[in-house]
């Protein structure tokens, strides 16, 4: 099928990073109401060291027990976002979508409980009871969508229409993480994106 069936709109937009020696390269893409991601073209630039490149998925979600006032760091959630066998740690990115709509992605830092999960930063606006938390997980974590670069430039440069593949489930953010990992590994990447309907 087509880009018009898939496709609300045609109007992919894209992403350029370009990161520093073993410093990590992480690009987030916000879900949309209703939508589903399609990561629809991407390269990376790799130096002279392999790398694996992670599209992150949403690995379960939950809702928040209380209201979250702007500039608070903890959570109080309504149940264990993680799939069975890999409850949320520490380390783990969470995406909170706060009340204006917006994907606020910010990783865990400690948890004394499902009541209180301490983050490594401050949620960025208001989240009212019952917002939807995304548990994103960590890089290497079963579920994500895994991509061996060799040394050189690797990717499906071109659009592919309806897209190469998805986000989880409709509404759900992602992440890509490359690591980077080597001396002298500046890593650059483009991502073309695009939302779904199914």
């Known amino acids: ?12 937009y894209g992403y350029i990073s370009t990161g520093t020696s073993v410093t990590a390269l992480t690009q987030e ?3 949309r109401t209703g939508k589903r ?9 790799a130096g002279g060291t392999a790398e694996i490149v992670y599209f992150m998925q949403s690995l379960g979600k939950t809702t928040l027990l209380a209201d979250v006032a702007t500039t608070l760091s903890s959570l109080n959630l309504a149940g264990e976002p993680g799939p069975s066998g890999n409850s949320l740690a520490v380390g783990d990115y969470v995406c909170v979508v706060l009340d204006s709509g917006t994907y606020d992605f910010i990783k865990v830092g400690a948890i004394t409980g499902l009541s209180a999960i301490s983050l490594c930063g401050v949620i960025t606006g208001s989240c009212a009871l019952g917002q939807t938390v995304y548990d994103l997980g960590a890089y ?3 579920g994500h969508i895994r991509y061996k670069m060799a040394t ?10 309806g897209g190469i593949f998805y986000g989880t489930e409709k509404g759900s953010p992602m992440i890509v993480h490359e690591l980077c990992k080597a001396t002298g590994n500046e890593a650059q990447h483009f991502i073309t994106v695009d939302y779904i309907n199914k």
Request: no cysteine.
């Open 140 to 142: 290497g974590d079963t």
């Open 152 to 161: 050189t430039s690797e990717g499906n440069g071109e659009e592919m229409d």
């Open 1 to 12: 099928m087509g880009a018009n069936v898939y496709l609300e709109s045609v109007a992919s």
């Open 37 to 45: 991601i399609a990561i629809r073209a991407f390269e990376f630039l």
């Open 29 to 31: 893409i916000p879900g």
